[in-house]
């Protein structure tokens, strides 16, 4: 993981001071702390170029420092993980192994089949020196940020960057739609001239509408920026589509005397759900599948990352309650300096089916001596106060009270689900509002950017709490005692949603449509999840020097799933709680996760409560004034 930039930009308007074109340097090496290079290079007589690297180490023995540049003179960028497509060896970096494999090609086929190869999140900034060329792009699912600044008339700078570079310019995202081509002018011109090679069969995110058929592309592509179109030429590679790890979903239609056995109050849902692995050989068959190809994916996530000697001043072995006498030093805070866990993988926990299921699996992977950081958030609730107040002062409300919201109830329960035997470090991360207004202003609103609604808001400030890993430990014996997770893997759930049905708009799509409207709306989520959450997620998570991981976006989880008819992921003829993400609830059951199987999806912004810390009336969906402030 790291922060990747580079900058084009005409040597009569800037100086070679990297401090003068890159304002927001902090946003960058936050995400890379273990080492920092920028490279500055001639492209013509007018034009120059800037590529700096802020490195988060976790393959390979040795730090490769970044931007690499082998003997010819090409520069890497890289920002992500080759977990498969492209061999790696276990004591080599992946960016060594992409740098050799690049500086191979001599065409661009050759350079378009090593990229699309690559299995695992990833974005890419390559400068081909002898054709004085530069690629770029993000995996098919937008699983790694990059944002772009197109040159205007106020501003010939081209650039590329993991997060925005400063306040004045405007940057969108790059669309994850295939991988681009930029060639400078060479002339006094200024002009640039971008080529797309489109993924197979790529449609526009959030339409079914494919890129190639799209007659006004230039605009589609700078939406949302002033482009200067005297400087700026969009082409769409007609001939080449560049093969996809986004495969075709199965749109068969359920058969017409298909159903479920029908849920009557008469059993608990969890008896309902072990009836039907009882009752249907096929349905036991594919929640074991499922099980196997997530475990798969979250096994790879876990073991690729070397281990990283903690600092013996605060380090705290994490052990289970019942041993925790073997280890003195666990038995008293360590000279009032706050407990350091020291476990490789954290989990961003709210007790949900997602992240539990995600839990019991790396359960499964890890030796059982390790400990796993499950990290909860809630936000501070403070007491409804009676309209009119009675003389005196009010009653306070309770600590326990003030964090008792459903992702920490429902955090608790999964927990209580888990493993006995394993060190479980359930981290609460407890927010105050104060704390929620100083974060937001100092860091998050850079990092949301450029996504600005309530919802962008909401989801970006919890997902920071929980990534930073600061709270205080729920369980065991230093229960309420400051920790502070360094875990540098973070494991999260996102993606389960979109393909198993488990959003509240599916049920009012089968309600108008059926299955056929179902259908529809599932390939939609499917086809803009590069466009909605994940950069973001990813701006804010390795905010911390701590690299995001996504199991349920595993390319052989989704090819696993996509595959799979409609009707045998979900019934949402079934009630809540059962009906939505139904085979996976399958999987958990059979994991033994029998309350977490039957709890009903609630998001983040409801679970932690964040927003009930803010204006009620505000949609999903509106501008958040508390984003846009900082960039108007």
Known sequence: MCGICCIFYNNKGFSNDSNELIIEQGRLSNRGPDSSNTVHTCVSNNVSALFSGHVLHLRGKQIVEQPTRDEAGNLLLWNGEIFGGIQVPEEISDTTVLMNKLGECNSDAQILNTLSRISGPWSVIYWQECKHTLWFGRDVFGRRSLLWHLPTQNNSMFALSSVQLNKEDVYTEVPSIGIWKMTPSTADDGCYGFTLFPWQHIVWPGTLVRVKDNPNFQEKVSQGQSVDSDLVHFIIEGETEVSSQMPSLNKALPPRDYSLPDYTTEVTPIQYLQHLLEGSELLQTLSRQLADVLLKAVSTRVFNQHHRPTDSASYIPNVPQQSASNYPECNSEPHGRNMTSCAKVAILFSGGIDSTVIAALVDK???????????????????????????????????????????????????????????????????????????????????????????????????????????????????????????RVILCGMGADEQLVGYSRHRNKFKEGGWAGLIEEIELEVTRISARNLGRDDRIITDHGKESRFPFLDERVVTFLSSLPIHHKADLALPRGIGEKLLLRLCATELGLHQTATLAKRAIQFGSRIAKLENNREKASDICNRLTSLHT
């Open 365 to 487: 992977c890890l030796p059982s001596e390790e400990s796993i950081d499950l990290i909860n958030v809630a936000f501070e609730q403070k007491p409804k106060q009676p309209a009119q107040p009675k003389k005196g002062k009010p009653t306070p409300v309770s600590d326990s009270d003030r964090w008792s919201v459903p992702d920490r109830l429902t955090g608790y329960t999964a927990l209580s689900e888990l493993n006995p035997s394993r060190a479980w470090n359930f981290i609460e991360v407890n927010v105050t509002e104060e704390e929620l207004k100083e974060a937001r202003q100092a860091h998050i609103q850079g990092l949301v950017y450029p996504l600005q609604t309530v919802l962008d808001d909401s989801i970006g400030c919890a997902v920071w709490f929980a990534a930073r890993g600061k709270g205080v430990h729920g369980v065991g014996p230093h229960k309420g005692n400051p920790v502070h997770s360094t875990a």
